[in-house]
């Protein structure tokens, strides 16, 4: 058996399609969805990030603008800014990108984002509506992962995950708990490990869908995945100039494909879907303010 590969930049060039169409419908009625992306200090990675946001955009036809600031940006002055944008009507979208400089609290630019604006789902508002189920923005990467179950029909079209296990490997507010909190509410039972659980092996063995979101390189192995499993690697990792210094994700790839029954790829695999669910989330904060809502729609 070898594994589908989930082909993460055709399904993103699928959804961005859809995406372009509302923007479009969007703009017929006077509102065109704003982004603005903020990004403090020269890390490389960063950099890279934000130009792949920005062009995107301009792809799907959503207006965007970058806020590109020098390492030494006060937190005040970070603050200041983002109070701006909360204000300013033809931005619908507000996204920091992380990390930001050590002498800047990440806690305290998140929770400055106006919750309807927070795009990249992080507020505690938006994480409250997502434990509730209540609408609300959900961070990309779990929400363009959730695209792939249902583009692989595992969820939609009368299926849900109902008797199906799934095991989240990692507990970030950026992926492993939104990750796992949407798999419960698509009523999968849900396992959550991390660096303290012990035999791990032995739970992963035991998912229908594992989702790897660790943070090391090819840490997943087949020994480590149930035959026929989903496996969603969220992991990016760039390996040492000595081992070739190429992006690997946390499943070594080569060793999982014939145990598994689907599988990402990295790159290609989840990374464009997060980007894509960026342009959808500001689509719906566009939406939402079009009808005086502050809670974005499905």
């Given at each position: 058996?070898?594994?589908?590969?989930?082909?993460?930049?055709?399904?993103?060039?699928?959804?961005?399609?859809?995406?372009?169409?509302?923007?479009?419908?969007?703009?017929?009625?006077?509102?065109?969805?704003?982004?603005?992306?903020?990004?403090?200090?020269?890390?490389?990675?960063?950099?890279?990030?934000?130009?792949?946001?920005?062009?995107?955009?301009?792809?799907?036809?959503?207006?965007?603008?970058?806020?590109?600031?020098?390492?030494?940006?006060?937190?005040?002055?970070?603050?200041?800014?983002?109070?701006?944008l909360?204000?300013?009507?033809?931005?619908?979208?507000?996204?920091?990108?992380?990390?930001?400089?050590?002498?800047?609290?990440?806690?305290?630019?998140?929770?400055?984002?106006?919750?309807?604006?927070?795009?990249?789902?992080?507020?505690?508002?938006?994480?409250?509506?997502?434990?509730?189920?209540?609408?609300?923005?959900?961070?990309?990467?779990?929400?363009?992962?959730?695209?792939?179950?249902?583009?692989?029909?595992?969820?939609?079209?009368?299926?849900?995950?109902?008797?199906?296990?799934?095991?989240?490997?990692?507990?970030?507010?950026?992926?492993?708990?939104?990750?796992?909190?949407?798999?419960?509410h698509?009523?999968?039972?849900?396992?959550?490990?991390?660096?303290?659980?012990?035999?791990?092996?032995?739970?992963?063995?035991?998912a229908?869908?594992?989702?790897?979101?660790v943070?090391?390189?090819?840490?997943?192995?087949a020994?480590?995945?149930?035959?026929?499993?989903?496996?969603?690697?969220?992991?990016?990792?760039?390996?040492?100039?000595?081992?070739?210094?190429?992006?690997?994700?946390?499943?070594?790839?080569?060793?999982?494909?014939?145990?598994?029954?689907?599988?990402?790829?990295?790159?290609?695999g989840?990374?464009?879907?997060?980007?894509?669910?960026?342009?959808?989330?500001?689509?719906?904060?566009?939406?939402?303010?079009?009808?005086?809502?502050?809670?974005?729609?499905?």
């Amino acid at each position: 058996m070898t594994a589908v590969r989930i082909d993460g930049n055709a399904l993103a060039a699928k959804v961005r399609h859809r995406i372009a169409g509302e923007v479009e419908a969007l703009r017929m009625r006077g509102v065109t969805p704003g982004l603005a992306v903020v990004l403090v200090g020269d890390d490389p990675a960063s950099q890279v990030y934000v130009r792949n946001k920005v062009a995107a955009c301009a792809k799907a036809g959503i207006h965007s603008v970058m806020h590109k600031l020098p390492g030494d940006t006060s937190e005040a002055e970070l603050l200041h800014i983002i109070a701006s944008l909360n204000g300013d009507d033809t931005i619908h979208g507000i996204l920091v990108q992380f990390p930001v400089p050590a002498h800047i609290a990440q806690e305290r630019v998140i929770a400055a984002i106006a919750p309807r604006k927070d795009v990249d789902g992080l507020h505690a508002e938006s994480a409250g509506a997502l434990m509730l189920g209540t609408p609300g923005f959900v961070s990309c990467t779990p929400a363009g992962c959730m695209e792939m179950l249902r583009d692989i029909g595992w969820i939609g079209h009368g299926v849900d995950l109902r008797g199906k296990h799934a095991v989240v490997v990692g507990r970030s507010n950026l992926v492993g708990k939104p990750m796992a909190m949407l798999l419960l509410h698509a009523n999968a039972t849900v396992t959550i490990c991390h660096s303290g659980t012990r035999d791990l092996p032995g739970h992963c063995r035991t998912a229908d869908i594992l989702v790897a979101a660790v943070g090391r390189a090819r840490f997943i192995t087949a020994d480590m995945v149930k035959p026929g499993a989903v496996v969603l690697d969220v992991g990016i990792n760039r390996l040492p100039e000595s081992e070739g210094g190429k992006l690997v994700g946390d499943v070594d790839y080569d060793d999982v494909l014939p145990m598994a029954g689907y599988i990402t790829p990295v790159p290609g695999g989840v990374g464009p879907m997060t980007i894509t669910m960026l342009l959808d989330n500001t689509v719906r904060a566009a939406r939402a303010s079009l009808a005086g809502s502050s809670a974005p729609k499905p």
